[in-house]
């Protein structure tokens, strides 16, 4: 199985400053299509998972563009620009690449300094 | 409005079994496959099971294998977990999930109890 891993797992941020999360995967999640399957998810204290990011680098429909996702082969990050107050909760990255299972991250709790 | 909505969590006894649903709404629910990924309180998340749009094909993760059963009915826009033989580690919040360039919208969620 792939093996996801999030850092830091605890990312106390001051409003209005950026935040970065990184995920490194146990192997490269490059499909055999060419497609690389690494998404990141939202969850907010209470709520289910919401996806923010699919594919590395696209944001979902509604997610503000201060958050963004980049990286190539084992290594990943999301970040945002400019940390809300919104933003609070449990980041998630999740491998569909090499399936089954589907393999997530550890999570990141993001709070607010 | 894409919409999933799980039934049939609850308590249960160690062996017992448990049948969880998931209605779909505001999609064409047969184009899509589906997911159950699930979440000890205060943890990370766990996928359990996936079926592709027209149920013939399904996968589990190792730890549900034998034990867990995913199907669907189209003409119902609902998602199933057949859980048999439960364990204490099977206790957890389960969501369904649609997959679109894998894993996008999730359900609320139903919570499963395994306890003596």
């Known amino acids: 199985d792939v093996v996801m891993t999030q850092s830091p797992l605890s990312l106390p941020v001051t409003l209005g400053q950026p935040a970065s999360i990184s995920c490194r995967s146990s192997?490269?999640?490059?499909?055999?299509?060419?497609?690389?399957?690494l998404n990141w998810f939202q969850q907010r204290p209470g709520q289910s998972p919401r996806r923010l990011i699919y594919?590395?680098?696209n944001r979902d429909s509604g997610v503000p563009d201060r958050f963004s996702g980049s990286g190539s082969g084992t290594d990943f990050t999301l970040k945002i620009s400019r940390v809300e107050a919104e933003d609070v909760g449990i980041y998630y990255c999740?491998?569909?690449?090499?399936?089954?299972?589907?393999?997530f991250g550890q999570g990141t709790k993001l709070e607010i300094k | 409005e894409v919409q999933l909505v799980e039934s049939g969590g609850g308590s249960v006894q160690p062996g017992g079994s448990l049948r969880l649903s998931c209605a779909a709404s505001g999609f064409t629910f047969s184009n899509y496959r589906m997911h159950w990924v699930r979440q000890v309180p205060g943890t990370g998340l766990v996928w359990v099971s996936r079926i592709n749009g027209d149920g013939s094909t399904t996968n589990y993760a190792d730890s549900v294998k034998g034990r867990f059963t995913i199907s669907r009915d189209n003409a119902k826009n609902t998602v199933y977990l057949q859980m048999n033989s439960l364990r204490a580690e099977d206790t957890a919040v389960y969501y369904c999930?649609?997959?679109?360039?894998?894993?996008?919208?999730w359900g609320q969620g139903t919570l499963v109890t395994v306890s003596s």
């Open positions: 999930a649609r997959d679109s360039a894998s894993i996008d919208y």
């Open positions: 999740m491998q569909s690449t090499h399936w089954p299972p589907y393999t």
């Open positions: 594919m590395v680098s």
């Open positions: 192997q490269s999640l490059v499909h055999s299509d060419g497609n690389t399957y």
